[in-house]
């Protein structure tokens, strides 16, 4: 047996021991937190780690990633900071310029946070736009949510009966059925070389964030097989657990989707409907901005309900991608039949997931609390897309306000979960834990230790794994711990009346780093996953 001991540092564990400067960690288990003096006695033969003051806290998870197209947008045409359609169309000519690949897949672009002080730059880029900077190449580029494109002539001349797809559109970017293969076609023109550069380079820079567990949500209009295999395949020091998102009518489907992909569960990006940005979230009511439409509905209420009984039989976890208010309700809806049909117990033992969960009432909230249900969210979302004059604003109205209501799914019983859904949103889970405790409507924010816990042991327990011990720093917990600078430590909460109790000594409660709007966020120096570092500071 071989034993660490971290000594002079800040240790995040327990309110045991919520002043503990030192932590063991004995062949990838951690045996003992507490003081220098003490861990000095205890372990005279310890290999000695100086943590030179830094703070020491449980790794992240991050519940909800695409790694491919995570590595693409760090290493190719990442759109994100495009101001205006010229400006979108301009990257992309310099990008062609300096690549010859046989296609250009870039994302990121975001048409509703684009100037409009000169007409038109506020408008996605056409097929013409694209034809007239590419030639004859194929270029595909997704909007920031992924959930529609804008594309080259050359790359829809490949797929034949295109334009007799739902969502199709001369020149505009395509939605629904016809962004799905345009995006399949697109992603077989990635080379398998290529494709495993960019999964070895999201693994290494979730690592770099502190992160030592991601989630893949995988699907056949998300990723597709031959992409969710190959991840299977990578050799990384990031624990992924994969999720394909298929609907089973039965357990004997259930049994051939996981031998057919090898994935851990059925689920994550089973789409029951798409993304607000690009109109096809699926709402009860019309849009805001587009009155002749209340979204697209990808899956059936009888489709829902017979994955959600065939997954629960099975005993195995399910989940679905769920933005807008109707597609929670056909969700809530289903689970509420299973309750009383199959029992909450046999729902609760399966963990099932509700990806996103943007648009939750509080009896929806109460149903997935008592069936055992967990959100994997983004609060990032909010902090791009909240507040009184954002996109979610213009597409919903006075609805845009109710988004992401953390608090309220909290207090009903909601565990929660959070993540990026990058590229969607950058890997930056201190952000996201930002982001959490200032929601653009405060009313919604949870305190900052909450959303700490929703980005640590959430994040495991959304993988099923809830033995009370992984995703903390306390003896017998697995060593997955990340060591920062940090300006400062503080105890907060979100509302002040808890603020005056939890900010007391006496109440035993562990200090954060700071995360207020102002703050500079912690620096990941080191990530260990297991008792081994995977990523160090130069």
């Not at 994100?80 to 010859?100: F, H, I, K, M, P």
């Not at 306000?401 to 019983?413: E, P, Q, R």
């Not at 959490?436 to 959430?458: D, E, K, N, Q, Y």
Request: proline letters at 4%.
């Amino acid at each position: 047996m071989t034993t660490q001991l971290l000594l002079g540092g800040m240790v995040y564990s327990s309110p045991a021991v919520p002043d503990a400067t030192a932590m063991a960690v004995t062949d990838g288990t951690i045996v003992w937190v507490g003081s220098d003096d003490v861990g000095r006695a205890l372990h005279p033969d310890a290999e000695v780690v100086d943590l030179q003051g830094r703070f020491v806290s449980p790794a992240f998870v991050d519940s909800h990633v695409h790694l491919t197209d995570t590595g693409i947008a760090l290493g190719g045409l990442n759109l994100t900071g495009a101001t205006s359609r010229s400006d979108c169309l301009q990257q992309l000519a310099a990008y062609l310029a300096a690549n010859d690949d046989e296609l250009v897949w870039g994302l990121g672009w975001d048409a509703s946070a684009w100037s409009d002080d000169e007409t038109g730059q506020d408008h996605p880029p056409t097929t013409s736009d694209i034809d007239a900077v590419a030639g004859g190449r194929a270029v595909y580029l997704a909007r920031i949510d992924e959930h529609s494109a804008a594309a080259s002539s050359a790359l829809r001349r490949l797929v034949p009966g295109l334009a007799d797809e739902l969502g199709y559109s001369d020149e505009e970017p395509l939605v629904a059925d016809a962004h799905h293969r345009v995006r399949a076609t697109a992603r077989n023109l990635l080379t398998p070389a290529a494709r495993r550069r960019a999964q070895l380079l999201a693994l290494d820079h979730a690592a770099s964030r502190g992160v030592v567990a991601v989630h893949e949500n995988g699907g056949p209009d998300i990723s597709g097989l031959a992409d969710f295999h190959s991840i299977a395949d990578v050799e990384h020091g990031v624990l992924v657990r994969r999720y394909w998102g298929e609907a089973a009518a039965s357990t004997d489907e259930v049994a051939a989707i996981l031998e057919r992909t090898g994935a851990d569960a059925i689920g994550g990006d089973l789409f029951v409907d798409g993304a607000l940005g690009s109109h096809t979230a699926w709402l009860c009511e019309p849009y805001a901005d587009a009155a002749d439409s209340t979204g697209v509905r990808y899956l059936s209420e009888q489709v829902i309900l017979d994955h959600l009984r065939a997954t629960t039989h099975a005993r195995v976890q399910a989940g679905f991608h769920m933005i807008g208010d109707a597609a929670t309700t056909a969700v809530a809806e289903a689970l509420e039949i299973l309750a009383a049909e199959l029992g909450t117990p046999a729902l609760a033992s399966c963990v099932h997931r509700l990806e996103h969960a943007e648009m939750v009432t509080s009896k929806q909230a109460e149903i997935f609390a008592r069936c055992g249900a967990i959100a994997s969210m983004q609060p990032l979302f909010d902090a791009a897309w909240g507040g009184s004059d954002d996109l979610y604003a213009t597409r919903l109205g006075e609805r845009g306000g109710t988004l992401n209501d953390f608090a309220m799914l909290a207090k009903a019983g909601v565990a929660l979960a959070f993540s990026s859904d990058s590229p969607v949103c950058a890997i930056d889970p201190w952000a996201t834990v930002r982001a959490a405790a200032h929601h653009r409507t405060p009313t919604s924010s949870i305190s900052p230790r909450a959303a700490f816990a929703a980005s640590t042991r959430g994040g495991w327990r959304a993988a099923g794994v809830n033995d009370g011990l992984t995703g903390t720093l306390v003896p017998g917990a697995p060593a997955h711990y990340a060591v920062w600078d940090v300006d400062e430590l503080v105890v907060s909460a979100s509302q002040e009346g808890v603020q005056r109790w939890s900010t007391d000594p006496r109440s035993r409660v562990p200090a954060l780093p700071d995360v207020s709007p102002d703050a500079t966020l912690p620096e990941c120096v080191e990530t260990v996953a297991s008792g081994r570092t995977i990523y160090r500071r130069a």
